[in-house]
């Protein structure tokens, strides 16, 4: 009877249902049956709750077990899952009771992960905590009330429970433990089984054939199994019965049956959640201690272990031994924190993504270093490149132009491959395309522009910008400083990496490269001439490019390694890495919705100049003109019948706005958002009643990035300049205008639209900021109490023009 009901919960498809119990009345009808069931399978159906984060998605069933996963990109590939809940992740902080909000958001993500066509088990612990909840409160209300008013109010409040042997503490909770999973399940439709375990299972082999083949029954039914030892009978474990190879292991606690059940069931993947991010080189106690993104079979003797958690019979040295067991017979591993409150909501799900979270355990280990190495040592090579004198730095970028000449086959030879791949993969559009491409010409022009951003950089780091007298023998300096370590990602533009290089090396900024893999032959190329560079003065670590599979986001996460992201590509790379920086700036702009404002008194000539240039000349380019902006005075005047012409000829789709719209009898298309970046031959035109009109209407639709007003009345275009609040205001000039070659930067990073630090065209100046210098003789705060002897001055002192840091005679 029990495999008739579970059947109908099999041909039940779980991820699709959508509707309510009176959708299905064997499903009504299950439901009311469910609390009969001897084991929790219960079918209790509530509306299914969709997870905007995670789409549903169809798993491959295809691969075949025997060799864990190499890399994290991998784990995407999971089918089967065993997902371990750790004492301290179940239970409340005060060992008694259970963590119900971190329960059920967990619940969420394997009901999701199940939801996907995926096969998911659970191993948990909580039964002793459920239990030792349960008998406290009946032991309290056991005690008669004539005893409790007899000891008095101060004696009660001081009452103590007795202590609590563990067995009876896993018998009471067992049940609730499980009817609590059941109850959390049904809201998404998913049905649960309960298993209980003792080492004899897995000893005895035909008790270990039955468990098997139960599972297999379960899973094949789309039932998510629930595991944990039979606490209540369990006996206390062999002090010398460890783990012994691929076929033995004794089941001491969750960690070690969670392993066994992983080889056992064939599971891609273990994620064991704990109360810790993961497996540190030394206790996470210690200032140094330092989270292993990957752990390797070799490595366990390069780390030392702490002391267990507040709960559980394990703790991480049982862990990374149950790991490795599960390691060598073919499942992959991730050990990962499951209490974190801003991390627990998603944390099951960003490991099955492939996000870097936790410690992830690998066969393969890399040839080169990790990403976080990689950064540490760019932060070592960027301190010395930053102490390095101004000439040194110049003959660094110098040497590298002369490289790009020098070894100018070798990089159009490795070009060409990557222009062959994309083509015969028809990946990229025929703007990426052009954007990959190299030739003589680029190279030539690069090295000019490296050769100015060498010149421009005698005087960058170092520099005084400020110096005032304290008070006597009291002297203050602010002086520019390099940021840290930046991190440069950028798609199909090859060109882009020597610059930024040029650019940090010129500030004494260290530097992460993060380049689209389109262009992976031509940037290996560059990045190996740019570090033969820096080797003439012994900093060629101050630059790497990062060739690991390095997710973006997982990159933009390295908060304590990495001081500013700079992207360069899309608005839509730029919108994912400014939403996936956490606690790092981003210096970008994700949208170019430029303006053209043609006022009333403009120049027809210099209005069909303007305006064919900012739109015509690139139209893919962040600075092109978007939206057209047009007095209404002129309307119906030459002036805007050659504006018209003009687009017309230039083959610009038009788009019309509200306003424009309804001028019109026969109007173009309509817009859809006046917010429209169209990166083609294609714009907005829009009526606006004055010059205020058009600063209101830029402010509310606009991106903050460059906006122009067209017109010969010098006081309508000084208001304009200094009420616009954009990064770049121009008055009667192309928008093309706004590039950091153009401005006489020699080379750019990018455009910012942010109003802190750098905004605009953000070249060698942007990359620095400032620090302060304090010269003494042995001055105290106490010299300027009251009763103290000294009194400030506060003089601005002249800087002398001269090399960085060059300080004037007093």
Known sequence: MLLQRLALCSRLKVGKWNASVNACPRLSRAASQAKHLPVCASLRHAAVRHWSNVPFITVPLTRAHG???????????????????????????DECGLALGRLASIVEQVAVLQNQGREMMIVTSGAVAFGKQRLRHEILLSQSVRQALHSGQNQLKHMTVPVLEARACAAAGQSGLMALYEAMFTQYSTCTAQILVTNLDFHDEQKRRNLNSTLHELLRMNIVPIINTNDAVVPPPEPNSDLQGVNVISIKDNDSLAARLAVEMKAD????????????DSPPGLDDAKLIDIFYPGDQQSITYGTKSRVGIGGMEAKVKAALWALQGGTSVVIANGTHPKVTGHVITDIV????????????????????QQAEMARHGGRTLAALLPEQRSEVICYLADLLTEKKDEILDANKKDMDLAASTGRLT??????????SAKLNSLAIGLRQIAVSSQDSVGRVIRRTRVANNLELEQITVPIGVLLVIFESRPDCLPQVSALAIASGNALLLKGGKEAANTNRILHQLTQEALSIHGVKDAVQLVSTREEVEDLCRLDKLIDLIIPRGSSQLVRDIQRAAKGIPVLGHSEGVCHVYVDSDASIDKVIKIVRDSKCDYPAACNAMETLLVHRDLLRSPVFDQIIDMLRVERVKIHAGPRFASYLTFSPSEVKSLRTEYGDLECCIEVVDSMQDAIDHIHKYGSSHTDVIVTENEETAEQFLQQLDSACVFWNASSRFADGYRFGLGAEVGISTARIHARGPVGLEGLLTTKWVLRGDGHTAADFSEQGSMKFLHENIPIAPGLPGQRTSN
Do not use: C, M, N, W
């Open 430 to 439: 025929p703007p990426l395309l052009k954007r990959l491409s190299l030739s």
């Open 67 to 93: 060799k864990s996963f190499a890399h994290r990109s991998e784990l995407k590939q999971a089918k089967r899952i065993v997902v371990k809940l750790g004492s301290a992740v179940v239970t409340r902080g």
């Open 269 to 280: 993947l273990l994620i064991a959640l704990s109360d810790v991010e993961g497996l540190y």
């Open 353 to 372: 993504e492939g996000k870097k979270v936790g410690t992830f355990f690998s066969e393969v280990k890399p040839a080169g270093p990790t990403v976080e």
